[in-house]
């Protein structure tokens, strides 16, 4: 008895002391969950759509169960094929687990790339894709706004799926944002330097946020706005996407070969006419409205902030949302920044967040000039040299935050280090060297160059040959490896590289292109047979082969005969210098006459007869006109002058 007196107060005491530390670690356990927004507040949940809300509160600690039981159902629906079922599931899924970001990078993966793939046509393939990013833009993201993962996962999907070539269905996916963005925002990039696009832009993210705020800073909206009422519109993304539908087809070059210059179905005419009758309201329409319109369908219909686009655009160069690139640029940004917010960030794979923003930039400069047609949906992806100098400040700003005291996280590998960006580095420069020689300025690739020479060095590569030669018979090799080109076999060589200039300079209305690939194959000609070099003995006729002219000449007829579809000839042939086109019409005439009917072309439409004749002197009347396209076009050269 007197021992039980003494047990049970000290056991209450201790029973005591363990619930205060039991609560005290609760305390503590919950702020971590708080932090890591591992639980639902009240005020979380007011913000959630109304069905995650619901299902959040309703199951409480049953929701992990359910979820293994809608995983495995959905995984054998979609097995089965019956893929808007699991498409249902998998939004109940994420509904259940709104947290847990691995739930929604791994649904948004399956909609985009295993449901996608598993359809036929482009349009249902499109549909999936578009819905895998939906889920992460719209949900995922939203709820999840600490999630580096979400935002990387978002970017891929753009930088993977829509720009990378995995997908048979590309160039349709291609087209469709394309289409979609132009529609939107115009063309806002082409032609146009990186300050004027900057300026374009810029008038969107000054917009006012509401009508009223509009309609207060400008009063004299009110007439456009009248304007739009009285001809049954309204200041909403319809009417900006109709007038840029029409917009689209008044300067596609496609319609105007083939002759369909009609405006596209669904465009308000009536509405375009009073437009065009009112320049004082058209200036007030496109300046206050339309840029109004442009602001609040980024930021509600596609979750983007256009101040972080403008700062994107300030930052990395003439960024061109109807390419996947920029989307994805966009996205990547947005997780580097939320990752270096968190306090804790050791499961997190920075490093490679990173180098797919490297990728991202490298790619642009590759592809980042976009032209597309709304006719027959072409979209052509050209290079942009101009993106070569962000990449170059993105990796420094990696590198200094690699060597910085809080370092750059690898997930399981530790601390990244510089040598992980430093091969990456080395493809870049091979890249940049050839495209700014063929796209851009020959002294920035001369520099790039000059880095790469001294990179291969630095990584123990320096002794190869290729790194020993100039400039040009760097850029004549890499692009015969790319082309799987026989260097030796020269004739191939110069046929290639003709044919390249013609498909990517012509038929992309690119005449400084042409003449680049032309140079390069000029270049390696005159290498080989001396033809301008004083005191070398010159060695065509022991060749056999023709001079540099004539080789032209019949790379460019032997394209235009059959090579390439017949709007692609349409192309090259409005784009070819008048020259080349006189030389080779005696030849084309009657078979692209004959083509150009068959197919229901107007021949003298896509094919319009050479104003010039063959001359004898085509370079020395270009000088003389001061025409710098002709000036630098061995194509119109005597064999005897060369090349300048």
């Known amino acids: 008895m007197k021992t039980d007196r003494v047990a049970t107060p000290i056991s209450l005491l201790l029973l005591a002391l363990c619930g205060c530390g ?3 670690s609760a305390a503590s356990v919950q702020r971590q969950r708080r932090e890591l927004e591992l639980v639902e507040s009240v005020g979380k949940t007011d913000s959630m759509p109304p069905h995650v809300a619901l299902v959040t509160a309703a199951l409480g600690t049953f929701r992990g169960l359910a979820v293994d039981i809608l995983w495995a159902r959905a995984d054998h629906l979609q097995s089965e094929g019956e893929f808007f079922e699991a498409q249902t599931l998998s939004q109940w899924i994420t509904a259940l687990q709104p947290r847990f970001q ?4 791994f649904q948004a993966w399956n909609l985009s790339y295993n449901i996608a793939a598993a359809t036929q046509s482009p349009t249902e393939r499109w549909g999936w894709v578009q819905r895998g990013i939906s889920l992460l833009r719209e949900q995922g993201i939203p709820l999840n706004p600490r999630s580096p993962q979400l935002h990387m996962e978002l970017g891929w999907i753009f930088h993977h799926k829509i720009a990378g070539k995995s997908d048979r269905q590309h160039w349709y996916y291609k087209a469709r944002l394309a289409r979609e963005m132009q529609e939107l925002l115009g063309d806002m990039t082409t032609g146009q330097t990186a300050d004027r ?22 009063p004299q909206a009110h007439t ?13 993304e319809e009417f900006v996407r109709m007038l840029g539908r029409a917009l689209m087809q008044v300067n596609s070059i496609d319609a105007r070969i083939l002759g369909e210059e009609k405006l596209p179905p669904g465009t308000n005419v009536a509405l375009l006419k009073a437009i065009r009758a009112d320049k004082e309201t058209a200036t007030i329409l496109f300046e206050t409205v339309v840029p109004y319109v ?11 902030d256009p101040v972080r686009m403008l700062a994107l655009i300030e930052r990395y160069g003439p960024l061109d949302w109807r390419h996947a690139e920029a989307h994805g640029i966009y996205w990547t940004e947005g997780g580097i920044d939320v990752s270096r917010a968190l306090i804790e960030r050791k499961e997190v794979n920075e490093l490679m967040i990173i180098r797919s923003r490297l990728h991202m930039l ?15 949906n072409r979209v052509d992806l050209l290079p942009d040299p101009r993106f070569a100098a962000a990449y170059e400040r993105s990796l ?4 200094d935050l690699i060597g910085s005291e809080q370092g750059v996280a690898a997930g399981d590998f530790g601390r990244a280090e510089e040598e992980d960006l430093l091969d990456g580095y080395e493809n870049f420069l091979n890249l940049a060297t050839i495209l700014e020689f063929l796209y851009g300025d020959q002294a920035r690739a001369q520099a790039s160059f000059a880095k790469l020479v001294d990179l291969a060095d630095r990584l123990g590569r320096g002794d190869d040959p290729i790194y020993a030669d100039t400039l040009e018979t760097f850029v004549a090799l890499r692009i015969a490896e790319v082309l799987a080109i026989d260097v030796s076999n020269l004739r191939q060589f110069l046929d290639a590289m003709i044919r390249r200039g013609i498909l990517e300079g012509l038929a992309k209305g690119d005449l400084g292109v042409f003449n680049r690939y032309l140079l390069v194959a000029h270049s390696t000609y005159d290498r080989r047979f001396a033809a301008t070099r004083p005191g070398t003995k010159f060695v065509l006729e022991e060749s056999k082969l023709l001079d540099f002219p ?7 007829i032997s394209v235009m005969k059959h090579s390439v579809p017949l709007l692609t000839r349409a192309r090259i042939w409005a784009w070819a210098p008048d020259a080349l086109r006189a030389r080779a019409y005696p030849e084309l005439a009657d078979t692209l006459r004959d083509q150009a009917v068959a197919e229901g072309f107007d021949p003298e439409r896509a094919f319009p007869a050479p104003k010039s004749q063959p001359d004898a002197e085509p370079a020395r009347a270009a000088a003389a006109s001061g025409s710098e396209v002709e000036k630098h076009d061995p194509t119109a050269v005597d064999s005897e002058e060369g090349v300048e």
Request: hydrophobic letters at 45%.
């Open 362 to 376: 490298a790619d642009l400069m590759r592809s980042g000039r976009v032209d597309f047609d709304p006719l027959t």
């Open 224 to 236: 456009a706005l009248e304007l739009l009422a009285a001809h049954g519109a309204k200041p909403d």
């Open 396 to 399: 420094q700003e990696a590198l």
């Open 294 to 304: 442009q602001q609040r369908t980024l930021r509600e219909r596609y979750r983007m």
């Open 197 to 218: 696009t900057v300026d374009l832009f810029r008038r969107i993210v000054d917009s006012p946020a509401t009508l009223e705020e509009l309609l207060t800073r400008t």
């Open 550 to 556: 004539k080789l032209v000449d019949n790379s460019f």
């Open 22 to 24: 039991a609560a005290w």
């Open 102 to 105: 691995r739930v929604w990078g």
